[in-house]
């Protein structure tokens, strides 16, 4: 079993920014990808970025130039920096991992709000 552990989430005003990251542990075998989807109030669950573990990166248009994402294979996390945020993207963001064995996790989940 692996588990995904977020940190990082909070209250910001627009235009702020905050980082979130992602660690998995447990039986880890070799990663595929980690990144983060996020589901707002009444939305379906959108991927935000992506990172494989050949460091390519995939990026939801409504985020690119904004949003960066890094991960490190070695220790199994995921960093997500948020900059110039917006109230739409207020929602709760979720880690995601999947394996080249095919398993595929998710976190619990954290909420990032942007109002003013």
């Known amino acids: 079993q692996v588990q995904l552990v ?12 905050l980082r979130l990251s992602c660690a998995a542990s447990g039986s880890i075998s070799r990663l595929n990808a980690m990144g983060w989807y996020r589901q707002a109030p009444g939305k379906q669950r959108e991927l935000v970025a992506l990172i494989t573990s050949g460091r390519s990166t995939n990026y939801a ?25 917006k109230a739409e993207d207020t929602a709760v963001y979720y880690c995601y991992a999947s394996f080249v064995t095919g398993g595929v996790y998710w976190g619990q989940g954290t909420q990032v709000t942007v109002s003013a």
């Open 6 to 17: 977020e940190s990082g989430g909070g209250l910001v005003k627009p235009g702020g920014s």
């Open 61 to 85: 248009d409504s985020v690119k130039g904004r949003f960066a994402i890094s991960g490190d294979n070695t220790k199994n996390t995921v960093t997500l920096q948020m900059n110039s945020l």
